[in-house]
Structure formats: C-alpha cells, structure tokens
Nanobody, 119 residues
C-alpha cells in the first residue's frame, strides 16, 4: 500500500481543514486506516482510525468533537475533517494503513502533510 497525503496548510485558530489520503494497492479496502501526527518537539501520537468498512471509528480524546474521519473505498481515499482547530493541533499529519490494534503504529505510512494553526 502506498499513501499520499494532502490538504495541509496554514489556518487561523477556529478554522477548518480537510486532509485527504489517496492510497494505491489492492488491500486498501480491507485494512484499518487512520491518521497520526507529530508536533514540534513532540512524539508521534495517534489521532483517529476507521475500520475497513467505515462503520467503526475511534478518535483520540484531544480531537473528539472536532475531527471526523471517513473513507471512500471506491476512491481508495481516507479523509480527516478538522474543525475548530487550535494552535496545539499544529503538527505534521501522517496517513497510515493497517493500523495496529492498540493504535500505536501501522504497517504503512504516507509522507506527511503539515498543518499550522496560528493563534
């Protein structure tokens, strides 16, 4: 599975961004997909994941109520809608495929897209 993330940019606090992750490979529709992020001076952290069917999702407490993850298996794409962004959301966001059961890692990673939230 190869992953290409896009949609990052500079936004003011309270604003919104939508990240996209286009995947290639025959197994996209059968694996759990998601997003991680790494802020400046911080370790990588889990953000959200979605089951292969799209029925089940899970988000980190820090983004619940603000971020929504979705996927379109027909387009081999997973999305992260980010609303009410805060300066602490500033990070490089990484798309991931075949996420582990504990949301600690993944088998495949995209190149990352930078999100900067100004106060």
């Amino acid at each position: 599975v190869q992953l290409q993330a896009s949609g990052g940019g500079l936004v003011q606090a309270g604003g919104s961004l939508r990240l996209s992750c286009a995947a290639s490979g025959p197994t996209f529709s059968t694996v759990r997909m998601g997003w991680f992020r790494q802020g400046p001076g911080k370790e990588r952290e889990f953000v959200a994941q979605i089951s292969w069917s799209g029925i089940s999702t899970y988000r980190a407490d820090s983004v619940k109520g603000r971020f929504t993850i979705s996927r379109n298996n027909a387009k081999n794409t997973v999305y992260l809608q980010m609303n009410n962004l805060k300066p602490e959301d500033t990070a490089v966001y990484y798309c991931a495929a075949d996420i582990t059961a504990d949301n600690g890692g993944a088998a495949y990673w995209g190149q990352g897209t930078l999100v900067t939230v100004s106060s």
